[in-house]
């Protein structure tokens, strides 16, 4: 499964820049649906400290931002014998904590 992450900035060259998402374990997807993009979760960014959090389902996951050593380019072949870049990725998210469950405290009253 590709993720892909709009980072909603553009180099230099006007080529937007992407990050990779990095998971521990496994995502099980109710329904695969291959006609278009499949939304997997919301990812969201604490504004204090650029803490990433990633809401997948009932579960969310606390993650960091990682600098990638050496950048990479996504390029895409054409029908011919040339390459076009379609992003540039700089960095990653990492969640490598287990997912803490989503529970929502509702009182009844009888």
Request: some cysteine; hydrophobic content about 35%.
């Amino acid at each position: 499964m590709k993720v892909f992450v709009d980072c909603k900035t553009e180099t230099e060259g006007g080529v937007p820049e992407w990050a990779i998402i990095e998971l521990q374990g496994l995502i099980q997807m109710k329904k695969e649906d291959q006609s278009g993009p499949t939304v997997v979760g919301d990812l969201h960014y604490f504004s204090r400290n650029r803490h990433p959090v990633l809401i997948l389902g009932h579960h969310v996951l606390n993650g960091k931002e990682v600098k990638l050593e050496q950048p990479m380019a996504v390029i895409e072949k054409d029908d011919t014998t040339s390459y076009k870049v379609k992003a540039i990725v700089k960095k990653k998210l990492l969640f490598k904590s287990r997912p803490k469950p989503i529970i929502s405290n509702v009182s009844e009253k009888v």
